[in-house]
């Protein structure tokens, strides 16, 4: 996508909408590219990779983790990111407070939920949701903020919605619990085939790469 169709996506996003720029394999070149456009929020994968691109890239763009997060991984990922949306465990929360609190900061993170129950899928079960997010609230260098889902990939993307709709009672019902604090307020699920679905079932953060990099080789 050139710049000036990311500018013309952007524009037409609904203001409470956040796009999180998916960027898994860009080069810093292109990423800087995006910013130009108006890109504020770059999500990655992997924390190797991260590393390299933020060294070109550092603070002309927030850094959202979206891929799977290894425990042996969170010492070198703390200082980079700014969102980590991929919490699935307390064994993980608590590694991420570990070293947050010995570098002194506060993480923002959402709760990565496994909406379609796939075994080889990462993310917390919804029934496990309750206890997890509870465990959260005790670590205080962590900021919980939300939830972020995948679902199941379809062809049809009218087939996601199902998943979207239940992460989204699921986000409705921890805030009318009460268990989580003021700063539960973001809701991440759709990407390039599926973001206008997730916005209509209440995504306010949508996670978008090939729509605008382009395809993967
Ligand atoms: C790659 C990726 C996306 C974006 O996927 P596209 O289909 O390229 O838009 C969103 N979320 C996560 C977690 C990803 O890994």
Known sequence: ???????????ELPPHVTLVAAAKSRTPQEILEAIDAGITIIGQNYVQEAEEVHASVGDRARWHFIGHLQRNKVKKAVPIFDMIETIDSLRLAREVEKQCARIGRTMPVLVEVNSGREEQKAGVWPGDLPELVEGITQLPHLELSG???MGPRFGDPEKARPYFQETRRAFDKVAASGTAGAAWRFLSMGMSNTYRIAM???ANIIRVGTLLFGARE
Request: charged fraction near 30%.
């Open 1 to 11: 996508m050139s710049g000036e169709m990311i500018e013309r996506f952007l524009n």
């Open 147 to 149: 939830l972020m889902t």
């Open 200 to 202: 209509e079932e209440g």
